[in-house]
């Protein structure tokens, strides 16, 4: 795009104590393979020595400007020769071939824009709070080679960053280069808030500034305008000279394709971790920067995560960057990836400023090199500094991922979430580990459902990939999988009541935007078992749980119907079913299976009222629940939720008799996705499928276990006392228990009541 090859290259060596003959690159791809090959996975890795020597030209400046005593870093001068000489047009040649085509420093390759970014673009240090060159930095000139290689691979630049690490500043020396020296270049600053957009312009004017008044290399317009410049200049005779390149700045705000057409050079979406609207404004843009197979221009989109609301799109783009066109690199940052590749990630311990309170080492050398190592272990006191510390638990969350040493940190939710957060990521690790080392009383198993033999299967050769939380939109294949994590209980294809199904339909047709899916949980009621142990009757607790679940969608509307009704058929499942889509409940009446399957509002009572609140009277009323602003079931729903959460099933104590792990709800459950959405969950934020879906399956069940409907199970083998022994009855650990436990045992009712 910028280059022609062969590419000679300056290249200085140290142990020479001198400049060697240029370095040739005879295509793009030796130039490439040239950068890639010393580039590492993190900059700290590069042992950078004698950077000195790359800002050599800028600190000429800075030292005769310093003898000037003049403010605002005014008055001095790049070479002492006299203007248009020999030697003067011989350095200034030097320089050009520098600024255009980089140079290479004891084997370590400058890219054009980072050596101007160097030596012609001064910064506002708030340390020092006054204006100068940048330090060399290991960050900065790993991420500038990563820039490098995205343009000569024809891929974008993407990534995420902490707050306050001079992104802007580099960006725009990034724009003003191209806008500096390329004919008929169009660079655009763009964000979503216009007050982004002014706030990097202001840095445009200062290297325009400086650079007009301290360098021959004079850019146009003669009367610059805010947020358009035109690089023309007028001549003599009136006529307007120049590269005729452009520097524009953009929001999107109020439209998200607003002033986006005609071709690109560099875009740079400034902030894009605060942009609602970045995937459908990038959309509109990559026209302007492909012709054919060719990528003809770069977008940037590199900062710090907002509100995640705001962030769903850069999150999008940061672990999908193959699907957005941007250069991936390996994620050696997450302890669980979402995936191994990545945009670039910008830790907060890279080139962090100051030194360790408890050895007094700097975090990064002279030459740029950053302590990572150092920097973590100051990092982590003071997160525990941070725990300990009476500061709201949001705000604490929130100075974390703007100072954030991973991805999965810088996205982190900022608000918590009102279920026990520790305890589902602890079930979270505990699933991982039965998987990792195949400790499953029943493995898991997933595919797609079908009839054979008028029995329903699972066909393990089918389906697509499991969806994640969120769910990515972009899917192609969204069916989903079913997953089976224990199969019906045999003899129960005709026993009601043993198997509850909640059901989070979709109304439309499969399209590239949603972020919904059908979503079925199936619920196991409590059984309660009777057994001999010893010579003596012992009565156990089983069931309770989830053992299937559903998250997909199909093309067609009536085949995801068709997934749903075959997992409930394989399980005789009793269903509660969401009646703001009605979808799913127009099937079941069609196809005649409504009655038999779907609950009714009389079927849940009490519950009817509180779906009909406020005259709410919609379609299909008499089966499933109406989930709105204007019901209480969802937090009915919620509430049993977090009963079930911390509900005793039972404890494992050491050969001491001490007890080391209590045995609750969460427990019951392995779907690591649905405990992923609870730890996530913020109420009005959000799209939560599987809680809908589980919430439902729970609810209806525990309805049904407090109201007569007791399963039991004899595996006595003689036959059994006159006297039944008791069963020890489930413990809320939220206080109290059930008091619907002890009717079960002692009570008989005509006909379900609901205790709630």
């Not at 050009?96 to 012609?120: A, C, E, Q, S, T």
């Not at 979709?506 to 142990?533: G, H, L, M, P, Q």
């Not at 409940?585 to 299976?593: A, D, L, Q, T």
Request: proline content about 5%; charged content about 30%; aromatic content about 14%.
């Amino acid at each position: 795009m910028f280059w022609e090859f062969p590419l000679k290259v300056q290249t200085w060596s140290t142990a020479a104590n001198d400049w060697l003959d240029e370095t040739v690159f005879e295509n793009k791809r030796a130039l490439l393979k040239f950068i890639t090959d010393q580039w590492p996975d993190e900059p700290q890795f590069y042992n950078l020595k004698n950077t000195k020597k790359w800002k050599e030209t800028g600190q000429f400046y800075t030292e005769t400007q310093k003898a000037t005593g003049r403010p605002n870093f005014e008055g001095g001068r790049y070479h002492n020769f006299i203007r248009n000489s020999p030697r003067h047009k011989e350095w200034k040649a030097k320089e050009k071939d520098r600024i255009l085509n980089g140079v290479i420093y004891d084997g370590i390759y400058i890219p054009p824009f980072y050596y101007w970014y160097l030596n012609y673009c001064p910064i506002y240090d708030d340390l020092k709070k006054k204006k100068r060159f940048a330090d060399v930095w290991d960050g900065d000139l790993w991420y500038m080679q990563y820039c490098m290689r995205a343009i000569l691979s024809g891929k974008h630049i993407g990534g995420v960053k902490g707050r306050q690490k001079g992104y802007s500043y580099k960006h725009m020396s990034i724009l003003y280069w191209s806008y500096s020296w390329f004919e008929n270049s169009v660079n655009t600053v763009g964000a979503y808030e216009e007050r982004l957009v002014k706030k990097s312009w202001r840095f445009l004017e200062g290297y325009r500034a400086h650079i007009n008044a301290h360098t021959t290399w004079h850019r146009g317009p003669t009367i610059p305008k805010s947020l358009e410049w035109n690089e023309t200049q007028m001549d003599d005779a009136n006529k307007p000279q120049g590269l005729q390149s452009k520097l524009a700045g953009v929001t999107f705000k109020q439209k998200a394709d607003n002033d986006v057409g005609g071709s690109q050079t560099f875009f740079n979406y400034e902030e894009p971790g605060v942009s609602p609207t970045i995937l459908q404004t990038l959309e509109f843009i990559k026209p302007a920067v492909v012709k054919g197979s060719e990528t003809t221009g770069i977008i940037i989109a590199c900062g710090s995560v907002g509100e995640l609301d705001d962030a769903e799109g850069i999150k999008n783009i940061f672990y999908n960057p193959e699907a957005y066109d941007f250069l991936p690199v390996k994620n050696v940052w997450d302890k669980d990836p979402l995936s191994p590749t990545c945009c670039i990630f910008v830790s907060e311990a890279y080139n962090m400023i100051g030194e360790d309170d408890e050895t007094g080492e700097p975090f990064m050398d002279a030459d740029g090199n950053s302590n990572v190592p150092l920097a973590m272990k100051w990092i982590k006191r003071q997160q525990e500094l941070m725990k300990k510390s009476k500061k709201k638990a949001e705000l604490k969350q929130l100075a974390l991922s703007q100072k954030c040493t991973s991805p999965e940190q810088a996205f982190a939710q900022r608000t918590l979430s009102e279920f026990p957060v520790e305890m589902l990521k602890a079930q979270q690790e505990r699933i991982k580990h039965k998987w990792a080392n195949d400790l499953w009383d029943y493995k898991p198993q997933q595919g797609l459902l079908m009839e054979k033999d008028g029995r329903v299967v699972l066909d393990t050769a089918n389906g697509g990939p499991e969806h994640n939380w969120p769910i990515n939109p972009e899917w192609e294949d969204k069916r989903g999988v079913v997953t089976i994590y224990e199969p019906p209980d045999p003899g129960t294809e005709n026993e009601n009541y043993m198997y509850f199904a909640g059901v989070d339909p979709v109304e439309v047709e499969e399209d590239t935007i949603s972020t919904s899916v059908a979503s079925v949980d199936i619920f196991k009621t409590a059984v309660w078992v009777t057994y001999e142990e010893n010579g003596k009757q012992q009565t156990k607790l089983e069931g309770d749980k989830l053992v299937a679940t559903w998250r997909g969608r199909f093309s067609a509307p009536d085949k995801t119907n068709e997934q749903i009704w075959l997992l409930l058929k394989m399980y005789n499942a009793w269903g509660y079913a969401e009646r703001n889509k009605p979808n799913f409940i127009n099937y079941m009446r069609r196809m005649g299976r409504a009655e038999k399957y779907l609950a009714k509002e009389q079927d849940v009572p009490l519950f009817k009222d509180l779906n009909i609140k406020n005259g709410n009277a919609a379609n299909n009323s008499k089966f499933g629940f109406h989930k709105g602003d204007n019901t209480d079931i969802w937090n009915h729903f919620k509430a049993q939720a977090k009963e079930y959460f911390f509900t005793e099933y039972g404890r494992i104590e050491d050969k001491d008799g001490e007890v080391t792990k209590v045995i609750t709800g969460i427990d019951k459950i392995d779907d690591y996705w649905l405990l992923e959405e609870f730890i996530n969950y913020i109420e009005g934020r959000g799209n939560y499928d599987r809680l809908v879906s589980f919430m439902a399956a729970l609810f209806i069940a525990k309805v049904y276990q407090q109201n007569r409907f007791k399963k039991t199970r004899n595996e006595v083998k003689k036959k059994e006392d006159a006297e039944r022994p008791k069963a020890r009855k489930a413990v809320s650990l939220l206080g109290g228990g059930y008091a619907s436990t002890r009717n079960m045992l002692n009570k008989k009712k005509k006909r379900p009541q609901s205790l709630l």
